[in-house]
T-cell receptor
Framework: SQQGEEDPQALSIQEGENATMNCSYK?????LQWYRQNSGRGLVHLIL?????REKHSGRLRVTLDTSKKSSSLLITASRAADTASYFC??????????FGQGTRLTINP | DVKVTQSSRYLVKRTGEKVFLECVQD?????MFWYRQDPGLGLRLIYF???????EKGDIPEGYSVSREKKERFSLILESASTNQTSMYLC???????????????FGSGTRLTVV
């Protein structure tokens, strides 16, 4: 079962621009996590935001969480070619079961 | 640096073969997971384990089994491989609650399995 749904499915921008990806989920959460996956590789954890937090920063990443709308967004500022990857949101169901959305494919054009 | 290691990056097996995918973590994590990833279907949980010798079915356990004899190792077994099991397989681990790690889940690099 898919808990998070990312929007858009694909995003293509120029290097230096900001990239925003959105995630919606259905049930109550303890935290929401964002991951990145380079083509053909495993997932790398980017950032975790707890349900009592509204915004969190890590380097060029900014994550927001709106629990009333059951949505989150990931903003990557000043994008670089190396940011080209798929980005997934994920929420924990039950005892540590992580459920992922379908992901957003981000392409940064040089 | 914490690490989850999957034994093979690429694997080609024949229909009907018994296939073992191995995953080892060096972080003393209690929880380990096996996912498969397919285009258009995203990541789907096959099995997970929250302790040695303990296992729980995920969303798509049919055709698979798992083994966790030691804390650091979680094996995924395809009893009789079929072509519809061609996929990317991802292993992950995480500490047990309530130590909800700010580092999230740690994934291996994945094994791309092709069944012919």
């Amino acid at each position: 079962s898919q808990q998070g749904e990312e929007d858009p499915q694909a995003l293509s921008i120029q290097e230096g621009e900001n990239a925003t990806m959105n995630c919606s989920y259905k049930t109550s959460i303890n935290n929401l996590q964002w991951y990145r996956q380079n083509s053909g590789r495993g997932l790398v954890h980017l950032i975790l935001i707890r349900s009592n937090e509204r915004e969190k920063h890590s380097g060029r990443l900014r994550v927001t969480l709106d629990t009333s709308k059951k949505s989150s967004s990931l903003l990557i500022t000043a994008s670089r070619a190396a940011d080209t990857a798929s980005y997934f949101c994920a929420t924990v169901q039950g005892a540590q079961k992580l459920v992922f959305g379908q992901g957003t494919r981000l392409t940064i054009n040089p | 640096d914490v690490k989850v290691t999957q034994s093979s990056r690429y694997l080609v097996k024949r229909t009907g073969e018994k296939v073992f995918l191995e995953c080892v973590q060096d972080m003393d994590h209690e929880n380990m997971f096996w996912y498969r990833q397919d285009p258009g279907l995203g990541l789907r949980l096959i099995y997970f384990s929250y302790d040695v010798k303990m296992k729980e079915k995920g969303d798509i356990p049919e055709g698979y089994s798992v083994s966790r004899e030691k804390k650091e190792r979680f094996s995924l077994i395809l009893e009789s491989a079929s072509t519809n099991q061609t996929s990317m397989y991802l292993c992950a681990s995480t500490p047990f609650l309530p130590r909800a790690s700010p580092d999230g889940y740690t994934f291996g690099s994945g094994t791309r399995l092709t069944v012919v």
